[in-house]
Nanobody, 127 residues
């Protein structure tokens, strides 16, 4: 089973950019659809972005579309979330997640679809 560890979170100002990384170990990374989710204080965990096994198909929540970019490097077992033009509503704990699938083009959008999770990294955006 793949293990996931996020990094790259921090405190930034509105309008800044930040890149999160998620490092995988164990398992065959290219067998997994990867996703990013976030949870703000007092709110439910919400979907942010997903990427298929090969990295050519992605999708995003409407709230981040055009600002965030998900990508992956299967050789290095890494998935990234590039976050641009951050605003205070992006403040949350960001977690990466993995779900194995035989389908190359598959994407997953809900947290219950994913079986492996990282511990999360805090992103705080100040005004």
């Amino acid at each position: 089973q793949v293990q996931l560890v996020e990094s790259g979170g921090g405190l930034v100002q509105a309008g800044d950019s930040l890149r999160l990384s998620c490092a995988a170990s164990g398992g065959t990374f290219s067998d997994y659809v990867m996703g990013w989710f976030r949870q703000a204080p007092g709110k439910e965990r919400e979907f942010v972005a997903t990427i298929n096994r090969g990295g050519r198909t992605t999708d995003y929540a409407d709230s981040v579309k055009g600002r965030f970019l998900i990508s992956r490097d299967n050789a290095r077992k890494l998935v990234y979330l590039q976050m641009n033009n951050l605003n205070t509503e992006d403040t949350a704990v960001y977690s990466c997640a993995a779900r194995g699938t035989a389908y190359v083009r598959k994407l997953y959008y809900t947290s219950s679809d994913y079986v492996r999770w990282g511990q999360g990294t805090q992103v705080t955006v100040s005004q």
